[in-house]
T-cell receptor, first 111, second 112 residues
Framework: DTGVSQNPRHKITKRGQNVTFRCDPISEHNRLYWYRQTLGQGPEFLTY????????KSRLLSDRFSAERPKGSFSTLEIQRTEQGDSAMYLCASSSTETQYFGPGTRLLVL | KQEVTQIPAALSVPEGENLVLNCSFTDSAIYNLQWFRQDPGKGLTSLLLIQSSQREQTSGRLNASLDKSSGRSTLYIAASQPGDSATYLCAVRPRSQGNLIFGKGTKLSVKP
């Protein structure tokens, strides 16, 4: 296992469209996190799963955002009715101890 | 509300210099503090993790210290190399939460 993987790596969409991103964590990592990063800023927390349970959700996660982690393995993050302000890098991380291991991210551009 | 600040925002040094990156946080009720490296357009690589009960951690040319009571951490890089050029991010895990809160990072450029 080579690490956390995310797909797609890049996504360009038109405003109002729905998009879905996938994260495959490191095998047997029971914790999975989603963060969003805009240019010149540090990552901002969105949501956190322990196994299949979504334990924490940031206020940044509006009702247009939904995340799932069926069966406690991979996770998906869906954004409905995208807005230009959703343009950012979406990062996934996983952990089994305290250290979080990050994937390469999905860069979203909303036109 | 926990806030993390990193100073300076950018730093340029000649190869071979020792340097220090600074991180401060407003709430000392943390579980741990992590330093990450991020290359342009890429994800984050964990460098060092310091538990709240620890004072420092070392890995190769990197040394991170933690003074929880004053809300400060430093990342010391010895004998800097051009390959160290990247953005360095500091993040704290609050005691009551599972997620990390990040600073904006320090962009380091090491010139040959």
């Amino acid at each position: 296992d080579t690490g956390v993987s995310q797909n797609p790596r890049h996504k360009i969409t038109k405003r109002g469209q729905n998009v879905t991103f996938r994260c495959d964590p490191i095998s047997e990592h029971n914790r999975l996190y989603w963060y969003r990063q805009t240019l010149g800023q540090g990552p901002e927390f969105l949501t956190y799963f322990q196994n299949e349970a979504q334990l924490e959700k940031s206020r940044l996660l509006s009702d247009r955002f939904s995340a799932e982690r069926p069966k406690g393995s991979f996770s998906t993050l869906e954004i409905q009715r995208t807005e230009q302000g959703d343009s950012a890098m979406y990062l996934c991380a996983s952990s089994s101890t305290e250290t979080q291991y990050f994937g390469p991210g999905t860069r979203l551009l909303v036109l | 509300k926990q806030e993390v600040t990193q100073i300076p925002a950018a730093l340029s040094v000649p190869e071979g210099e020792n340097l220090v990156l600074n991180c401060s946080f407003t709430d000392s009720a943390i579980y741990n503090l992590q330093w990450f490296r991020q290359d342009p357009g890429k994800g984050l690589t964990s460098l060092l993790l310091i538990q709240s009960s620890q004072r420092e951690q070392t890995s190769g040319r990197l040394n991170a210290s933690l003074d929880k009571s004053s809300g400060r951490s430093t990342l010391y890089i010895a004998a800097s190399q051009p390959g160290d050029s990247a953005t360095y991010l500091c993040a704290v895990r609050p005691r009551s939460q599972g997620n990390l809160i990040f600073g904006k990072g320090t962009k380091l450029s090491v010139k040959p």
